[in-house]
């Protein structure tokens, strides 16, 4: 079987697709750029910028990874600068990861590198094809949130 065949329902035919292609994207614009960061590394400033400074098992839950590895994650992060940690002002036993001023200003500018390299590819459909992938972000959009 083909990654994408399936047994299932023609909605798993689609997910299949959706899910290779979404691999395959992400991944070429990881490739394409410039940062030194992981993906996994990303995803955790990323969650972090949107939700705002938690505490790292809330982020290993966010983030669907180990306790272990987020606090690795954050480790890493934290020696590059990218991310500071504060006291949590609920549980003074307790820290909260935040980015710090360069962490917002590398995300933001791997944020802008990464839309400026998605904008050439965008460049590259017909106006038709443009259309529809505008027609489709809402439903894109709506599966991307979390639960």
Do not use: F
Request: charged share 30%; hydrophobic share 40%; net charge positive.
């Amino acid at each position: 079987m083909t990654p994408l065949e399936s047994p299932l329902t023609p909605n798993s035919t689609s997910a299949a697709r959706l899910r290779l292609m979404l691999v395959r994207l992400a991944r070429t614009l990881r490739r394409e750029g410039e940062t030194r960061l992981t993906a996994s590394q990303v995803s955790a400033l990323a969650t972090i910028e949107e939700m705002g400074p938690q505490r790292i098992s809330t982020l290993a839950a966010h983030e669907s990874m180990d306790p272990s590895v987020a606090t690795r994650v954050v480790a890493s992060l934290e020696s590059q600068g990218l991310l500071e940690r504060r006291d949590d002002p609920d549980d003074r036993r307790a820290c909260l990861v935040d980015l710090s001023e360069l962490g917002r200003v590398a995300l933001s500018a791997l944020w802008s590198e990464r839309t400026v390299r998605l904008s050439s590819r965008l460049e590259r459909l017909t106006a038709k094809e443009r259309r529809a992938i505008d027609a489709a972000l809402p439903a894109l959009e709506k599966l991307a949130r979390y639960d």
